[in-house]
């Protein structure tokens, strides 16, 4: 369709002209009925909707999103067995590679596993020499035949060791004669060196004197500092209430500029929506106004008042015509722009600022609490406890004090007939030391000891037949025997395995832990989901698009997320799938949207991130 300027020209004069400007007109009227104006091709919503890249500056450029963050990976654990849980090696929020050992059962029952491991195992092996030993060298399997020559030469080994240890008890015999006969001469040197003991303790009388003297000396000294901290203490207790009222006085002042700064979130947005009220309003004046006067132009138009302009060969006013209908379109947008900011001022001022306010004069009215109570404390006097304190360490050095005075009253006596009495049961104990070490050299010069070499000589006699053993022909039906003997071990050591593994619990993946329901001391039952892991890499956002905005948003349509426990952290994202149920909320009809979370490889997402924001790009 062409504009009515662009038509008017091609109708000669006169009669023509007028019947062209009714027919434009009328045209223009059932286009302003259908909702399109001239010169587009759209509908006026359609031109509501468009994106700031189509050319309408009356849209935001980007609009929030309601959503919370979803773990797309996360797995509930659980024993697969009941019993008291022994360990629980993480915590809420600690991060753990694939395999850790999260908890185990209690020690008691991980060593009775363990055991039985081992016992598997040993009877296994033990099963499985069994066959080797049967087939021995005659065997037609190469395998078979190693392991054979294997035990053979394990055997031979044990021949040869046991004739070592044969060979060594003889040569452990002459050495363990001669270290007796050493300790004899040990001991003998003790004795003399506690007899010297005995004689030199009177000489160490004096220095015995000088310690006692050093000791009063000192005690005498911890006394007077004992005495001037109580003096002191008093002093001490004035200037703390001094410091205490000026810290109130300090912490009132803060708090009333706190308290300030929450009631200006309040007038600020309250002078902001009055303002953006009053403007959304002139807005609708004015869009009013310049249809009226666009209205007016077409009624002269069609009646016929420039009738007479045209008669007398005067153009049609296309300048003013275009002007007014300029004027309607901008006075709709900028309808557009204030209801916009309108709508934004009406969800409220910024919660996360006003928040931090709100929580700065909560933490400044505590702190203002302790203090008072503080002053409270410390005007009802000085601390009883702290002075008793103080006055105990008086009596303390008062008692240490006396008790050198007695060390030095003892040391001038003399010689400490305890101590004396020690050096002499020492040099007693040190005879005696020499008569057990003369026994004992008795008893190894008599010679080597029969029971001991006769058990020597049987163990080398059954080393011989065990390698003799290895050479005979196998028997067929020893051999099922023990084949049926290595399954059964096999069975049980597997089940001995999955039964210690079922005693733990290992992280399936890499992550963060996120829920965790157990302690150390709790009895547990089968399968009973105990913590959560998480995977803090993988993560998506569920948010709820409201319905004047969906159409607005497609398949990789472009998003910014962040999280209220990590400020300052922006995730790129975007949109990957869009429901087609719509959900209705307090009136809001919304469509929910699933939105892929881009995380940075240096940053961790906690498992509660707290107040979740996502801002659609366009």
Known sequence: ?????????????????????????????????????????????????????????????EFQVRGELIFNRRADIAFEVGGEVGAVNVAVGDQVAAGDVLATLDTDTLSMLERRVAQARFDLEAAQDGLDLLLGLQSDDPLVQARAESALAAAELALERAQDDLDDYQFTHNVQLGAARQAVADAEANIDRAEEAVADFAGSYSETFAQALAVRSKARTDLAAAQDAVTDFLPRHDESVSRIKTQIAQTESTLDTAREVVRDFDTEHADRLAAARQKLAQAETDVATAEDAFNDFQVRAIEGDFQKDLDEGENFDVVQYNGLLAAVSIARQAVVTAQTELDELLAGPNEVDRGAAIARVTELEATLLLLNRELNDALAGPDQDELRRLEADVELGRSTLARADRDLAEAEEGVDQLELARLQAAAEGARFNLESAQTQLARLEEGLDPATLDSLTKAVTTATEARDDLTKDPDAAAIALANA??????????????????ALLRAPFAGVIRVLTIKTGDVITLDARVMQIVDPRDVAVLGRVESNYVARIAQGTPAAVTLAALPGVVFDAQVVEISQDARTERGIISFPTLFEVQVPPNVVVPSYPGLVTTTVRQ
């Open 485 to 502: 003997g290595i399954s059964a071990a096999s069975t049980a050591y597997e089940t001995a395995l999955e039964d210690l593994e079922n």
């Open 1 to 61: 369709m062409k504009t009515l300027p662009a038509v008017i020209p091609h109708f000669a004069s006169g009669a023509a002209r007028v019947a062209a400007l009714a027919l434009c007109a009328g045209l223009f009227v059932g286009a302003i009925a259908c909702g399109v104006l001239p010169g587009n091709s759209s509908s006026a919503d359609d031109t509501a909707g468009q994106s700031p890249a189509s050319g309408n500056p009356a849209i935001a450029s």
